[in-house]
């Protein structure tokens, strides 16, 4: 294949395959795509899967991700001044590289007016079926419609060449193969003759049967196969979607509003329920004589029309009610107001459409219309898999017998009185088990709000299922049962899958079968319940470990008092098993402690796999209150758009480089503005109208995170990137505190060691939740940073928010005053400003991009070993835990900007030698102006610093 076809990035191939895949599914459910096939004579629907034909809708770009849609844009498919491409009025068929005939790599559309085609992205490919490649002859035709015609008609090897431009770049992949060049129009044909003058050509007939015998024989075209284009009668259910699609404009407008009226049934909120409409008189008038041939003699006009829909939302039925109020059926058995099914559990039925408007104008909005015994028989699926579980037959007393039963047999109830509790229709005992032994609601035993899983129990069956927000109702579901497990993800809401599970999970369990498939109703139900709870911060409940005890209170206070708070802290994290880093800890702990901030402080720990990074923020989120954590193991895109509330919380991701870039964008979001929106579309569950909401996520939020590898350049200027220490020394540290922390008798109970500081640092953050201060920096104006860099603008925001989270930390040893509002404020002091700058200030020196992080790493090295002259070797010996090639590409960095020289003779080792340069990058680029001149701050090498006094 030529290089030169395309050369598409990721995100464009992402992009392309994505939109395949929506328009390949839009087909089946698109009536005037399929008709514009059938019309042009293309009826058989192998052939539109062969050439994967497709076609848009208009939201198919709702959700999309910012990155998807530059991509989309880069490939021409957005919208501008006219209408956008990927749904506007005709068929869309992919182009392949034919080698790769499985990512596209571009889109032909064939618009309905006039049957004209054209690429809407960038042309390159061809339009092609899947088995192209197994051919050795190729038969290229200039117009979609052509193509598809030919493969209809038995031709081997059809691809669709749009333009003549497209070829030179596949001439690589067309050598060895013979090639037909076909078109309707000679003149057409020139065109790509001129770029391959070799290949056999046709001129074909419109209608291929009456091409010339020289013609269909090298097509290889035998004259019965070919059936000759015809026009196909209107189905039906097309021209009934038309008709509901029309009385309801007519109903818009005003007509039949007198009908309505005089029936009783002029309530708004029915009919936008209901999705009625007014079929006049004179309707025939405007349907072509095709039409109205399939159309019922029953079908009159003058009445008012109830459509029936499908799973789709497709009109596929309907109910006429003319004047004397006589209700005619037309149409296949549909649901009518799924709407009203898929928002209430329990349900009142009523016969007559004259009933239910009445129930609608009392208010009584979960009124459901089913007209007869036949129509409650083919939706009572459809109506438990909308979330009905209850009704009560309020209506038609001469079929309510037909309508229990067709109801009952799919799981639902009846009840007496509606606000009565939702039972099963499955078969129960008096006791209310089922199959003798089992309950018939699984019982809720635990809800892991971190890990989003919930278990529940029925008998000696266990029931494990994820509750992500952002699952939907495709779950996964773990059936249990004395050993025996059976595990599967599939729709829960959609009848005919549960079914098929539960026939498999009854296979591998040993329980019955009927037990499961009545089980998973109910935990759809629960699950349900679940996530509207999340959803709805006021309805959580509390957290069963916030209370605290009067000595909890005094205890967590009498620390907070103490000076030395910081050294104190680093104890308790070094009993907990974290061992050295003490410049980690601290800092670590003022994150923490920053998310009760404004502005939080972020930090992500960075070191080789087996460094201790999970032990270091495991630590962090134990001495945090759980109910300020929310610990992050994967995440989807919309993960952060559907959480509940983020507000002043500690969010720990396990490992940052399984983010994906969606996620990646969501967090920075939530780091710089504190907040994250969203604005989708839904259907509103009554009226099944589309409207647009917007969904807000509060913040602000502290990240803790890990990662073995460099990150999102954006995502970690948000954040302190933190070495980890990977010394032997630090090893053997970590070595000695494993075997320690195993060999200790109080290390395990309620009140142990570990018990006892988790409980005392919960109860310390917790005083500080509750004092809701807020603090000012009063000598913020005589902070002087360096500004040489755009970066420095983020780093003295995070220097800022370290100094008012440790401030807050040490609030009962710092001044305090009332503002304008009466509120109480922390004055923050010099000694804040001190530890900050201690902690921080080598990695502000690092701000500027200009090293690497293995060049500073390696800088630090040398420093610390005062190499003035040095081989590789010698670096190599101070760090063993080092490879060769990490110590390499750090002085390549240090050459890079001259503060390692380097020179070797023939057949020498070569010799490094540090330059005097290296003191303007360790130099202290932070201090404060005269008042009681602050002395120069902190060696940028030495992160292991434990604040003393204020200087200055």
Same mark, same amino acid.
């Given at each position: 294949?030529?290089?030169?076809?395309?050369?598409?990035?990721?995100?464009?191939?992402?992009?392309?395959?994505?939109?395949?895949?929506?328009?390949?599914?839009?087909?089946?459910?698109?009536?005037?795509?399929?008709?514009?096939?059938?019309?042009?004579?293309?009826?058989?629907?192998?052939?539109?899967?062969?050439?994967?034909?497709?076609?848009?809708?208009?939201?198919?770009l709702?959700?999309?991700? %910012?990155?998807?849609?530059?991509?989309?844009?880069d490939?021409?498919?957005?919208?501008?001044?006219?209408?956008?491409?990927?749904?506007?009025?005709?068929?869309?068929?992919p182009?392949?590289?034919? #080698?790769?005939?499985?990512?596209?790599v571009?889109?032909?559309?064939?618009? *309905?007016?006039?049957?004209?085609?054209?690429?809407?992205?960038?042309?390159?490919?061809?339009?092609?079926?899947?088995?192209?490649g197994?051919?050795?002859?190729v038969?290229?035709?200039?117009?979609?419609?052509?193509?598809?015609?030919?493969?209809?008609?038995?031709v081997?090897?059809? #691809?669709?060449?749009?333009?003549?431009?497209?070829?030179?770049?596949?001439?690589?992949? !067309?050598?060895?193969?013979?090639?037909?060049?076909?078109? *309707?129009?000679?003149?057409s044909?020139?065109? *790509?003759?001129?770029?391959m003058?070799?290949?056999?050509?046709?001129?074909?007939?419109?209608?291929?049967?009456?091409?010339?015998?020289?013609?269909?024989?090298? !097509?290889?075209?035998?004259?019965s196969?070919?059936?000759?284009?015809?026009?196909?009668?209107?189905?039906?259910?097309?021209?009934?979607?038309?008709?509901?699609?029309?009385?309801?404009?007519q109903?818009?407008?005003?007509? @039949?509003?007198?009908?309505l009226?005089?029936?009783?049934?002029?309530?708004?909120?029915?009919?936008?329920?209901?999705?009625?409409g007014?079929?006049?008189s004179?309707?025939?008038?405007?349907?072509?004589?095709?039409?109205?041939?399939?159309?019922?003699?029953?079908?009159?006009?003058?009445?008012i029309?109830? %459509?029936?829909?499908?799973?789709?939302?497709?009109?596929?039925?309907?109910?006429?009610?003319?004047?004397?109020?006589?209700?005619?059926?037309?149409?296949?058995?549909?649901?009518?107001?799924?709407?009203?099914?898929?928002?209430?559990?329990?349900?009142?039925?009523?016969?007559?459409?004259?009933?239910?408007?009445?129930?609608?104008?009392?208010?009584?909005? =979960?009124?459901?219309?089913?007209?007869?015994?036949?129509?409650?028989?083919?939706?009572?699926?459809?109506?438990?898999?909308?979330?009905?579980?209850a009704?009560?037959?309020?209506?038609?007393?001469?079929?309510?017998?037909?309508?229990?039963?067709?109801? =009952?047999?799919?799981?639902?109830?009846?009840?007496?009185?509606?606000?009565?509790?939702?039972?099963?229709?499955?078969?129960?005992?008096?006791?209310?088990?089922?199959?003798?032994?089992?309950?018939?609601?699984?019982?809720?035993?635990?809800?892991?709000?971190?890990?989003?899983?919930?278990?529940?129990?029925?008998?000696?069956?266990?029931?494990?299922?994820?509750?992500?927000?952002?699952?939907?109702?495709?779950?996964?579901?773990?059936?249990?049962?004395?050993?025996?497990?059976?595990?599967?993800?599939?729709?829960?809401s959609k009848?005919?899958?549960?079914?098929?599970?539960?026939?498999?999970?009854?296979?591998?369990?040993?329980?019955?079968?009927?037990?499961?498939?009545?089980?998973?109703?109910?935990?759809?139900?629960?699950?349900?319940?679940?996530?509207?709870?999340?959803?709805?911060?006021?309805?959580?409940k509390?957290?069963?470990?916030?209370?605290?005890?009067?000595?909890?209170?005094?205890?967590?206070?009498?620390?907070?008092?103490?000076?030395n708070?910081?050294?104190l802290?680093?104890?308790?994290?070094?009993?907990? @098993?974290?061992?050295?880093?003490?410049?980690?800890?601290?800092?670590?702990?003022l994150?923490?402690?920053?998310?009760?901030?404004?502005?939080?402080?972020?930090?992500?720990?960075?070191?080789?796999a087996?460094?201790?990074?999970?032990?270091?923020?495991?630590?962090?989120?134990?001495?945090?209150?759980?109910?300020?954590?929310?610990?992050?193991?994967?995440?989807?895109?919309?993960?952060?758009?559907?959480?509940?509330?983020?507000?002043?919380k500690?969010?720990?991701?396990?490992?940052?480089?399984?983010?994906?870039?969606?996620?990646?964008?969501?967090?920075?979001?939530?780091?710089?503005?504190?907040?994250?929106?969203q604005?989708?579309?839904?259907?509103?569950a009554?009226?099944?109208?589309?409207?647009?909401?917007?969904?807000?996520?509060?913040g602000?939020?502290?990240v803790?995170?890990?990662?073995?590898?460099?990150?999102?350049?954006?995502?970690?200027?948000?954040?302190?990137?933190?070495?980890?220490?990977?010394?032997?020394?630090?090893?053997?540290?970590i070595?000695?505190?494993?075997?320690?922390?195993?060999?200790?008798?109080?290390?395990?109970?309620?009140?142990?060691? /570990?018990?006892?500081?988790?409980?005392?640092?919960?109860?310390?953050?917790?005083?500080?939740?509750?004092?809701?201060?807020?603090?000012?920096?009063?000598?913020?104006?005589?902070?002087?940073?360096?500004?040489?860099?755009?970066?420095?603008?983020?780093?003295?925001?995070?220097?800022?928010s370290?100094?008012?989270?440790?401030?807050?930390?040490?609030?009962?040893?710092?001044?305090?005053?009332?503002?304008r509002s009466?509120?109480?404020v922390?004055?923050?002091?010099?000694?804040?400003?001190?530890?900050?700058?201690?902690?921080?200030?080598?990695?502000?020196?690092?701000?500027?991009?200009?090293?690497?992080?293995?060049?500073?790493?390696?800088?630090?090295?040398?420093?610390?070993?005062?190499?003035?002259t040095?081989?590789?070797?010698?670096?190599?010996?101070? /760090?063993?835990?080092?490879?060769?090639?990490?110590?390499?590409?750090?002085?390549?960095?240090?050459?890079?900007?001259?503060?390692v020289?380097?020179?070797?003779?023939?057949?020498?080792?070569?010799?490094?030698?540090?330059?005097?340069?290296?003191?303007?990058?360790?130099?202290?680029?932070?201090?404060?102006?005269?008042?009681?001149?602050?002395?120069?701050?902190?060696?940028?090498?030495?992160?292991?610093?434990?604040?003393?006094?204020?200087?200055?």
């Open positions: 294949m030529n290089s030169d076809i395309l050369k598409l990035q990721s995100e464009h191939l992402r992009a392309l395959a994505w939109t395949l895949d929506r328009c390949r599914q839009n087909l089946p459910g698109n009536s005037v795509a399929q008709e514009f096939l059938r019309k042009n004579g293309l009826a058989d629907e192998a052939v539109w899967a062969a050439f994967r034909v497709g076609v848009g809708d208009k939201d198919m709702q959700g999309v991700s %910012p990155e998807g849609r530059a991509a989309l844009d490939l021409g498919l957005l919208p501008y001044k006219g209408p956008c491409v990927l749904w506007d009025g005709g068929i869309l068929l182009t392949f590289n034919p #080698a790769e005939v499985l990512q596209p571009g889109f032909i559309k064939v618009n *309905y007016g006039q049957n004209k085609h054209a690429f809407v992205t960038p042309a390159q490919g061809l339009a092609c079926t899947a088995e192209i197994e051919c050795e002859r038969v290229i035709a200039d117009a979609p419609l052509l193509a598809l015609r030919l493969l209809s008609a038995g081997k090897g059809v #691809a669709v060449a749009e333009k003549p431009e497209v070829l030179p770049a596949l001439m690589d992949w !067309l050598s060895g193969r013979e090639v037909v060049l076909v078109s *309707y129009k000679q003149k044909l020139g065109a *790509y003759q001129k770029i003058p070799s290949a056999a050509f046709a001129a074909v007939h419109t209608e291929l049967l009456r091409s010339n015998a020289d013609t269909l024989k090298l !097509l290889g075209i035998v004259k196969v070919v059936a000759p284009v015809v026009v196909p009668t209107p189905r039906l259910p097309a021209v009934l979607r038309k008709i509901v699609e029309y009385s309801a404009e109903l818009a407008s005003g007509n @039949g509003l007198e009908l009226t005089r029936c009783g049934a002029d309530c708004k909120a029915f009919v936008d329920a209901y999705r009625l007014y079929l006049p004179e309707f025939q008038t405007v349907l072509p004589q095709d039409a109205k041939s399939v159309l019922p003699e029953s079908l009159r006009g003058d009445c029309i109830v %459509p029936a829909l499908d799973e789709d939302g497709i009109a596929v039925g309907a109910l006429t009610v003319d004047r004397n109020g006589k209700q005619t059926w037309i149409g296949e058995k549909g649901l009518i107001a799924p709407g009203v099914a898929s928002a209430f559990k329990e349900v009142k039925i009523a016969q007559s459409w004259q009933s239910v408007g009445a129930l609608f104008g009392a208010g009584e909005q =979960n009124a459901l219309l089913i007209p007869s015994i036949e129509n409650a028989q083919a939706v009572a699926g459809r109506l438990l898999d909308s979330g009905v579980r009704y009560r037959i309020v209506h038609g007393v001469e079929i309510a017998e037909g309508i229990r039963i067709a109801l =009952n047999s799919a799981g639902m109830s009846e009840q007496i009185e509606l606000p009565a509790p939702v039972g099963t229709g499955s078969p129960v005992d008096v006791e209310g088990t089922m199959a003798g032994q089992y309950p018939a609601k699984p019982e809720l035993v635990n809800h892991d709000v971190r890990n989003m899983r919930a278990k529940f129990r029925a008998g000696d069956a266990r029931y494990e299922i994820e509750t992500a927000l952002d699952c939907g109702s495709k779950l996964e579901l773990r059936v249990e049962r004395e050993g025996l497990v059976h595990l599967d993800r599939f729709d829960m009848a005919a899958q549960r079914k098929r599970f539960s026939e498999s999970a009854a296979l591998k369990t040993k329980t019955p079968f009927e037990v499961i498939e009545a089980h998973l109703i109910h935990l759809l139900d629960a699950v349900r319940g679940l996530q509207e709870e999340l959803l709805n911060p006021a309805a959580r509390a957290h069963t470990g916030v209370g605290m005890s009067e000595k909890d209170i005094a205890e967590a206070r009498e620390l907070l008092k103490q000076p708070l910081l050294d802290i680093a104890e308790d994290m070094e009993a907990l @098993g974290w061992t050295g880093e003490d410049a980690n800890k601290r800092l670590l702990y994150c923490s402690v920053s998310r009760l901030l404004t502005m939080p402080v972020s930090a992500a720990l960075r070191g080789p087996s460094a201790g990074k999970s032990c270091s923020l495991e630590t962090v989120c134990a001495l945090t209150p759980p109910e300020d954590v929310v610990h992050i193991s994967r995440a989807s895109a919309a993960a952060f758009h559907l959480h509940p509330d983020l507000r002043h500690l969010v720990l991701i396990d490992e940052a480089d399984a983010l994906s870039q969606e996620v990646v964008v969501a967090l920075r979001v939530l780091q710089s503005r504190g907040a994250l929106s604005s989708v579309v839904e259907r509103d009554l009226t099944g109208k589309s409207v647009a909401r917007i969904g807000e996520t509060k602000p939020i502290s803790l995170t890990s990662t073995t590898q460099e990150m999102d350049a954006e995502f970690i200027s948000r954040c302190y990137d933190l070495p980890v220490d990977t010394s032997p020394e630090q090893t053997q540290r070595l000695q505190s494993q075997r320690r922390v195993r060999a200790d008798i109080d290390q395990q109970g309620t009140e142990s060691r /570990r018990a006892v500081i988790i409980r005392r640092h919960h109860a310390v953050q917790r005083v500080l939740t509750a004092a809701k201060r807020v603090v000012v920096i009063p000598f913020s104006d005589r902070i002087e940073f360096p500004s040489s860099a755009v970066q420095y603008r983020r780093e003295q925001q995070k220097l800022l370290l100094v008012e989270a440790s401030a807050l930390l040490h609030s009962f040893n710092r001044l305090k005053e009332k503002n009466g509120d109480e922390i004055i923050a002091d010099l000694r804040d400003f001190e530890i900050a700058v201690q902690l921080v200030s080598g990695l502000i020196c690092r701000a500027n991009d200009e090293l690497s992080a293995n060049a500073w790493d390696v800088l630090k090295t040398l420093r610390k070993a005062n190499l003035s040095f081989t590789l070797a010698e670096v190599q010996s101070q /760090r063993p835990d080092w490879t060769r090639h990490k110590i390499y590409a750090g002085l390549e960095g240090l050459a890079r900007v001259e503060i020289t380097c020179s070797r003779g023939r057949g020498k080792t070569r010799q490094y030698v540090l330059q005097a340069s290296a003191a303007s990058f360790e130099s202290s680029i932070v201090r404060l102006r005269p008042v009681g001149e602050l002395s120069k701050l902190s060696n940028p090498l030495d992160n292991n610093f434990t604040p003393t006094q204020a200087i200055g």
